[in-house]
Structure formats: structure tokens, C-alpha cells
């Protein structure tokens, strides 16, 4: 399949453009579809899930997983930490107290 490039306008140009890029997200999708029932599959033939050989939940695309803990407070196990975002209470007045944050890891 060739296409004189030379002989076409500019217009039909970022036509064709547009035409491809939309191809393109349109296969992408498709082929992931396709490597995601592949995997399952793969996964199945073992005995396990997705979820269980990856340890987290599936997600939607564009969603993601919440990260998991890296800091527990040790007054209160139940209170856990991921390390990101803004420090909560507890780690301020651990810190505040002369304790390494270290000593709050899980």
C-alpha cells in the first residue's frame, strides 16, 4: 500500500494524520485487551489469578492501586503511614519526641 505523500494537500495531509492516530489508540487498546486475556489465561493455567500473582487489586485504566504502608505508629498499629503526601499527626509528634522516623518503619 503506497501513498504518494507529495501528491496530497496539506488538509488531506493532517487528515490522514488524525485517520492515524486514531488507528493507532485503537490498536494500542486492542492489543492490551488482548496481552490482559493472555496473561489471565497464563495465570489460570497455574491456578491463580491476576490479582494474586501481581499483590494488589486490578485497576481501571488510568486508576491507580493505593501504595502500601511504610510507616505504622506505634501507640496505635491500626494508624499506617505511605510516606507520602502530608505527615500525620502521630509522625509529627514522634519526631517532636526524638524518635527516628526510622524506628517507624514497617
Known amino acids: 500500500m503506497a501513498i504518494n505523500l507529495d501528491a496530497m494537500s496539506r488538509k488531506e495531509l493532517i487528515q490522514l494524520k488524525s485517520d492515524?492516530?486514531?488507528a493507532l489508540?485503537?490498536?494500542?487498546?486492542?492489543?492490551?485487551?488482548e496481552a490482559l486475556k493472555a496473561a489471565e489465561s497464563a495465570a489460570a493455567e497455574f491456578g491463580f489469578s491476576?490479582?494474586?500473582l501481581s499483590g494488589g487489586t486490578?485497576?481501571?485504566?488510568?486508576?491507580?492501586?493505593?501504595?502500601?504502608a511504610?510507616?505504622?505508629?506505634?501507640a496505635n498499629p491500626e494508624d499506617t503511614w505511605t510516606g507520602r503526601g502530608r505527615k500525620p499527626r502521630w509522625v509529627h509528634e514522634a519526631i517532636s519526641n526524638?524518635?527516628?522516623i526510622t524506628e517507624l518503619e514497617i
Open 50 to 52: 491476576l490479582d494474586e
Open 70 to 74: 511504610k510507616y505504622r505508629n506505634p
Open 58 to 68: 486490578k485497576t481501571r485504566a488510568g486508576k491507580t492501586t493505593k501504595s502500601p
Open 25 to 33: 489508540k485503537s490498536a494500542e487498546v486492542r492489543e492490551r485487551k
Open 98 to 100: 526524638g524518635v527516628d
Open 20 to 22: 492515524i492516530d486514531a
